[in-house]
């Protein structure tokens, strides 16, 4: 069934697929061209979007940036389509006032994200990247000893977790760690009094061995991790961020590296994706760093296309849903 939609992806690339990897572009988007035409850019440069745009009734968007000043020059839009959980990249007071509805998908990554959370701490803790390239290198075939460890290596059971942010993602992790055996403390901008581990954001840091970032970027959570709080943190204790690199004041991380007073960090996200190449996390001891791919399985963005299907399929019919604002 056709809903004569005109329908615009900007960056389709990576959300929808990535065409450089070896399996090309592995999403088809059949269920979605059932919806009306589709025209399909793997990027978009902001100097391009009105005029790719321009004829679109639904722009199906990632991180390009939607301003007041874009819906003022598409009349025609009618509904921007966010394949994404965050909406801090468009104006959302700006495409109401124009009649312009955003949806966006929520909790489509929430097991992925929590998995990679995980596996950010695991290799910090166990070092088993570290040890498999060691071994892959003939340093086990060379050893005087059945086994040798290159660097500490840490048990998580009876340590502590504090889980920063306690939406889906959050209370994920928190599941995750009991499991590892973990206690875990909680802070949220939401008060959850009912939960014992519920405590303040300075309790959360002093009392936790690693402390798990889930917050959203706003004016209020910028910076959230900076030198107070990183001075507040255990000596030693490691610091994950699968939400958002604008909560870290970076260079205040890096120092706490160098000084050796945060015993390791793990992130997926920076504050300038890409990072340039004199970031100041890019060469800092004790750090994991991954291209923002904690929410990128398979499984996660085919349920993101689904989703994002069911939104345009939804707003077509009259009833929109996930509707942001």
């Given at each position: ?229 990183l001075a507040q943190m255990k000596p030693g204790s490691y610091l994950i961020n699968v939400a958002r690199g604008g909560l ?78």
């Amino acid at each position: 069934m056709g809903y004569a939609l005109n329908i615009v992806l900007l960056d389709s690339e990576p959300a929808l697929g990535f065409s450089t990897t070896a399996e090309g572009e592995d999403l088809e988007l059949h269920e979605l061209e059932a919806l009306g035409p589709v025209t399909k850019y793997r990027r978009t440069a902001p100097d391009q979007v009105i005029e790719r745009a321009r004829e679109a009734d639904v722009l199906v968007i990632n991180k390009i940036r939607l301003t007041d000043a874009e819906f003022a020059a598409l009349p025609r839009l009618r509904l921007v389509s966010i394949t994404a959980t965050g909406t801090d990249n468009v104006d959302v007071e700006a495409a109401k006032a124009r009649g312009v509805v955003v949806s966006n998908v929520p909790a489509y990554g929430t097991d992925s994200t929590a998995q990679h959370a995980f596996a950010l701490l695991l290799e910090l803790t166990n070092q088993v990247g570290l040890h498999a390239e060691d071994v892959r290198k003939g340093s086990w075939s060379r050893a005087p000893s059945f086994a040798y460890a290159l660097r500490p290596l840490v048990e998580l059971s009876g340590r502590t977790l504090g889980v920063v942010g306690y939406g889906a993602i959050g209370r994920r992790v928190a599941a995750i760690a009991e499991a590892f055996g973990m206690s875990v403390l909680i802070h949220s901008r939401t008060p959850v009094p009912q939960d014992p581990r519920f405590v303040t954001k300075r309790e959360l840091l002093e009392r936790s061995d690693v402390v798990s970032l889930h917050l959203p970027l706003t004016a209020e959570t910028k910076d959230f991790i900076d030198a107070e709080a990183l001075a507040q943190m255990k000596p030693g204790s490691y610091l994950i961020n699968v939400a958002r690199g604008g909560l870290l004041d970076e260079r205040a991380v890096r120092a706490a590296l160098d000084s050796g007073h945060l015993g390791g960090l793990g992130a997926d996200v920076l504050s300038q994706e890409p990072p340039r190449p004199d970031h100041p996390l890019l060469t800092a001891p004790r750090t994991l760093l991954t291209p923002h791919i904690a929410w990128a399985t398979r499984a996660a963005r085919a349920r993101l296309l689904a989703q994002t299907v069911q939104n345009i399929r939804a707003f077509a019919e009259g009833t929109p849903r996930n509707v942001v604002g």
